[in-house]
């Protein structure tokens, strides 16, 4: 039994041996690989670490290089300046062109979608026959809308009457380059309330001893002072007792 194990086991290696002379390299040869980045123009936080996505009116610039896979190009990336390259967007033709490695647009157009899909078709060359052939890749890139989020730094939403509530708030993915485009507006039971002086953002309220026990509600509105349509509005609420 083992004998022909063996047997078969050297069997199989000769012919894959025999298959690697005589068969063309395109036949082992793997497509190269797509290296694709993407950011959009939409305002965070400094201290945000995610992946900033874009909202209506943003605009998203997309790039990528293609690394060879293949013996000759193993690791290398591809010399594209002479390749055409094609780009759809959400199955739309968008451009194409020689070495037409980016692009930029505003998503206006593609409000209407929840996700952005993008294709890219490049030319390459076939190392071992110099035969061109088109290869594609897909990514997708989410449409969101703008977010404010508000920031408890009591820790807890039960409070003492006569304590102090601090909060703070931070926007995210509105079409605005600085904080400041960004105006807030904090309500206390539907009552607009001021921010802190230099940290509008922040908030700070006490609401004394008299108070009576129950649920109270404050809310967060944050609009793009160039453009008021844009708006974001977040509540949180704390339980006094």
């Known amino acids: 039994m083992i004998t022909r194990f063996i047997k078969y086991s050297?069997?199989?290696?000769?012919?894959?041996?025999?298959?690697?002379?005589?068969?063309?390299?395109?036949?082992?040869?793997?497509?190269?690989?797509?290296?694709?980045?993407?950011?959009?123009?939409?305002?965070?936080?400094?201290?945000?670490?995610?992946?900033?996505?874009?909202?209506?009116?943003?605009?998203?610039?997309?790039?990528?290089?293609l690394i060879g896979q293949d013996k000759t190009n193993l690791g290398k990336v591809l010399d594209l300046s002479n390749r055409?390259?094609?780009?759809?967007?959400n199955n739309q033709y968008y451009d194409q062109g020689q070495g037409l490695k980016s692009?930029?647009?505003?998503?206006?157009?593609?409000?209407?979608?929840?996700?952005?899909?993008?294709?890219?078709?490049?030319?390459?060359?076939?190392?071992?026959?110099?035969?061109?052939?088109?290869v594609d890749n897909y990514i997708t890139i989410p449409i969101v809308n703008p977010e404010v989020v508000i920031f408890n730094k009591n820790f807890s939403n039960i409070i003492n009457a006569n304590s102090m509530i601090s909060l703070s708030s931070a926007p995210f993915f509105f079409n605005a380059n600085l904080l400041y485009d960004i105006v807030p507006t904090w309500t206390v039971e539907n009552k607009k309330f001021g921010g802190i002086a230099n940290d509008p953002f922040s908030l700070s309220v006490n609401f004394g001893?008299?108070?009576?026990?129950?649920?109270?509600?404050?809310?967060?509105?944050?609009?793009?002072?160039?453009?008021?349509?844009?708006?974001?509005?977040?509540s949180i609420s704390f339980t006094i007792q």
């Open 10 to 65: 050297v069997i199989s290696v000769f012919l894959v041996i025999l298959a690697q002379l005589f068969l063309p390299t395109s036949v082992f040869a793997a497509d190269p690989q797509f290296m694709v980045s993407w950011n959009a123009s939409s305002f965070a936080p400094q201290w945000y670490q995610g992946k900033i996505l874009p909202s209506k009116g943003s605009r998203v610039n997309i790039s990528f290089e």
């Open 84 to 89: 055409l390259v094609k780009w759809y967007v």
């Open 103 to 134: 692009i930029s647009f505003p998503i206006n157009k593609w409000i209407a979608s929840d996700n952005l899909s993008v294709r890219i078709s490049s030319e390459v060359e076939n190392p071992s026959d110099g035969s061109v052939s088109f």
């Open 209 to 234: 001893k008299n108070i009576n026990s129950g649920i109270v509600d404050i809310g967060l509105t944050a609009q793009n002072a160039n453009n008021p349509i844009e708006s974001a509005q977040s």
